[in-house]
């Protein structure tokens, strides 16, 4: 297990290092102008001169990258080119915000995806084909859309709750849910969709297999065979599909906070590319994919822990 | 925040519905003292040098005053310089300033501060840093007495001083890395920094010293950054905030909701027919045929399609309210393919020309260009261009004409953005003796004589076509119907200062 945690981690090390390295290429080449746009119209050629200069464009591409990581790795994100602020600091008011919206939006994604596809796959039949039919629909639905109806419904028409805003939660922890009550439920409806269909599918393989008729031969209670049995088996592709939730859910995320103008880390990635901030588009890529890194290296754990066949992959 | 329950629900539905919208007055934290805005834009920093003109300007109009103060109607009156005067070839300002200012960090308002704030912009890189470039020196003639000597005249110095250009910070506070995110001025306003968090929300809170408090008749300010205009819109109908920037395509959607649509001439819309030497376009060097492109495109029709005829339609790059418009001009160049073909084939030009444009894919007129050029033969070629680096490519010189917007205000500004060799709207650096020399007689020019010379200006650039302007487009700015706003004449949305309680 320890040879498999090395071997993961240094995978991780190295994605990081590879999504970095891409994404400062791919930004650079985009915005070579950003001395001008940060000192206006009317500045002079000289200031935007002195200006790349004390930016560092007029580096190589490789020692831009280079500078940036040595950086980085000892923490320090830099400043915003724009409004100076520590992008530590940025990300680290934005961050909850993002997550606050994800994590709650994953576990009632998962609580109601489990209880809707076992349900299905259970039942079948005509059950099966409802949830499947609303699976589709709840999938084809734009979040972003989903999330315009609820404003409209529930904010503009009957006020019951805020159209736009975030409230962090140690202020206020009622105005906190009231406030990512709309963005949750635009997320959940689409991640729901998908999860459902794959909890349904991986219950009804389980409950094929052998040892499932063999128990039920035994005499055991439906219930138990289910919870007990079935659901535990099909524990693993459950939690992959959820983890992939949670990550599409933050790339999801950048939609919904526009819609709702939350502060979250879409926002200020959309903000910080429309300029070309290069310090912290850098640092909302590198914090997102620390996230994605994280959470697979979770389910890859979490998966080998509980079937050992999988620490070979 | 007012809340109505238009529905009556079975008692216990309408007993939760109270709470929830509770819940919700709790989180928008709205009283009727407090003016809440959504801003387009988040804040970039509160440092005097570094703030700009704009949707941001709401953020700094709250907690810092200018030396000077532009009327709704235009004109320029006195603010933290009591009364301001030119020597005779106006380039010293002489600037008398209140004695009764403070600081809020106690700091007195003076000379020395004046002094201090012009150096700090002068010699910082903010986008601003231009509005005091033509100050050579700052002398202090007693302790509020300062005179601004001018490298040579400007005849938008004054307007300058009026914007972030004469934002004055505590000469303590300038400088330091807290004024970035915490504003030290002598505004209406402080921060309230426990209830602000950058990118979510700026809360502002009564400066008790303020001069001229009666001005604010609001006793809280709150901004939000909303990007989103749809964010915007919703945050608006549900009675989250009282103003908000619009546009044109949601104005119907805003009167329709009850919501009050300001409007004010900003942008003005149009190609710069930049190439006038014909060194990348040789047709372009015959001012018949920029003439017939001005003939060819309907500026009209356009207003209307794009702009929801929120806007006038001109031909002239100055702003409509400012003194360099030409009222009689806007009938210079009537929509008329005829008159377009034949300047054409008076120019040699019978069949039509090739001209190639950088492409904006943000720029709904594009597929109209197209069709209307290619009506009078001008076959148009788009190059594709990344939105983010179409005006590095329109500046290029890659270009003989390209479409722009660009903001209106200051004639004398618009002229240095535009028309001046060296402006960055000038690629080409076009010149010519005649207007060289009406340019440094208006530079000099004051009063009746200067808007004289500028009208001649802009009737020489219209007249020789170095534009292709079609219309001037409205700033749009929607507000709550308890809430009366007074555009700012030359800013795309009011100051903190044009909000008052609607009076019935």
Redesign the interface.
């Known amino acids: 297990m320890t040879g498999y945690v090395i071997q993961r981690f240094a995978s991780a090390m190295l994605l990081l290092l590879t999504i970095t390295a891409v994404a400062y290429g791919l930004i650079y080449s ?4 950003v001395s ?8 002079t050629d000289e ?1 935007v001169a ?2 790349n200069v004390e930016l560092g464009l007029d580096q190589p591409l490789p020692i831009q990258y280079g500078n940036w990581l040595a950086n980085a790795v000892r923490g320090d994100l830099g400043r915003s080119w ?4 520590r992008v530590s ?2 990300i680290a ?2 961050l909850g ?1 993002t997550l606050s919206i994800v994590s709650v939006a994953i576990l009632i994604c998962t609580v109601i995806s489990v209880a809707l596809g076992a349900f299905a796959a259970v039942r079948r039949g005509w059950w099966d084909r409802a949830v499947q039919i609303v699976s589709v629909i709840g999938e084809a639905l734009p979040n972003f859309w989903v999330g ?1 109806l609820l ?2 419904t529930f ?14 939660l140690n202020r ?1 922890p ?2 906190w ?3 990512i009550t709309l963005p949750v439920t635009a997320l959940v409806i689409g991640g729901v969709a998908s999860a459902a269909a794959q909890v349904r599918g991986a219950l009804i393989d389980v409950l094929s297999r052998d040892y499932i008729r063999t128990l039920r031969a035994r005499g055991l209670p439906e219930n138990r065979v289910i919870l007990r049995h079935a659901l535990r088996n099909a524990a693993p592709a459950a939690i992959t599909v959820l983890s992939l939730q949670f990550i599409g859910m933050i790339g999801g995320a950048v939609m919904i906070e ?4 939350l ?1 979250g880390m879409g ?2 990635a ?2 910080a590319t ?1 300029r ?1 901030d290069i310090p912290v588009i850098m640092g909302v890529l590198i914090t997102m994919a620390l996230i994605v890194v994280v959470v697979n290296l979770f389910v890859d754990l979490a998966n080998a822990w509980i079937n050992p066949k999988a620490r070979l992959a | 925040m007012t809340i109505t329950l238009s529905w009556a629900g079975r008692p216990t539905l309408r007993r939760a519905t109270l709470a929830l919208s509770f819940m919700g007055m709790l989180t928008a934290g709205v009283s009727a003292e407090t003016l809440t805005l959504a801003v387009a834009l988040d804040n970039g920093s509160f440092d005097p040098a570094i703030v700009e003109n704009g949707p941001r300007a709401q953020y700094w109009a709250a907690v810092y005053d200018t030396l000077l103060l532009m009327e709704p109607d235009g004109s320029i009156v006195g603010n933290l310089a009591e009364s301001y005067a030119y020597n005779e070839d106006n380039t010293v300002l002489t600037l008398k300033l209140r004695q009764d200012v403070k600081f809020t960090d106690g700091a007195p308002f003076n000379a020395e501060a004046v002094k201090a704030n012009v150096e700090h912009l002068r010699g910082g890189t903010g986008q601003n840093s231009f509005m005091v470039g033509a100050v050579t020196d700052i002398v202090i003639v007693d302790d509020f007495t300062v005179e601004l000597h001018l490298s040579a005249a400007n005849p938008a110095q004054l307007t300058y001083l009026t914007m972030a250009g004469g934002v004055m910070g505590s000469p303590a506070a300038l400088g330091t890395e807290e004024i970035i995110s915490v504003p030290v001025g002598s505004g209406p306003y402080m921060l309230d920094v426990a209830n602000t968090t950058k990118g979510a929300q700026y809360s502002f809170v009564r400066n008790p010293d303020y001069w001229n408090a009666e001005a604010f008749p609001y006793d809280a300010v709150v901004l939000i950054p909303m990007g989103e205009i749809t964010a915007r819109m919703n945050a608006l109908r549900s009675g989250q905030v009282d103003g908000a920037q619009g546009n044109a395509q949601t104005a119907a959607e805003a009167e329709a909701s009850g919501l009050s649509v300001n409007r004010t001439p900003i942008d003005r819309h149009g190609l710069i027919l930049a190439d006038r030497e014909g060194a990348l376009v040789p047709a372009l060097g015959d001012v018949r045929v920029r003439q017939a492109i001005n003939h060819a495109i309907d500026g009209e029709g356009l207003l209307a399609a794009i702009q929801r005829n929120l806007g006038h339609h001109t031909t002239q790059v100055f702003n409509l309210n400012s003194v360099a418009y030409v009222p009689e001009l806007d009938d210079r160049y009537p929509f008329d393919p005829e008159k377009a073909k034949a300047l054409l084939a008076e120019a040699g030009y019978a069949n039509g020309f090739d001209l190639t444009l950088p492409e904006n894919p943000t720029v709904p007129a594009n597929p109209i260009i197209t069709q209307q050029l290619a009506d009078v033969g001008i076959r148009v070629i788009w190059d594709k261009v990344v939105s983010e680096n179409y005006v590095t490519e329109a500046q290029s010189k890659r270009y003989g004409a390209f479409w722009m917007s660009l903001s209106t205000g200051n004639p004398w500004w618009d002229m240095t953005k535009q028309i001046s060799a060296s402006g960055p709207w000038n690629p080409f650096d076009s010149a010519t003796p005649e207007l060289d020399a009406l340019l440094a007689k208006a530079q000099a020019a004051s009063g009746d004589e200067y808007t004289a010379l500028m009208r001649e200006v802009n009737t020489y650039v219209t007249e020789n076509a170095w534009f292709d302007i079609w219309y001037q487009a409205d700033a749009v700015y929607f507000a709550a119907p308890d809430v009366k706003v007074t555009m700012h004449p030359q800013n795309v949305v009011p100051y903190i200062r044009h909000f008052a309680p609607a009076t019935e």
């Open positions: 985009g915005g070579a102008e001008r746009s940060i000192l206006g119209e009317l500045a200031q002195a200006k724009f409004s100076a602020e600091d940025a008011s934005r915000v315009l404003v409209a904010a503009i028409s009957l006020r019951l709750f805020p159209a736009t805003g975030f409230v962090p206020s009622l105005g849910l009231s406030s526009k819609v709702f103008a502060p926002t200020l959309i903000d429309v070309g």
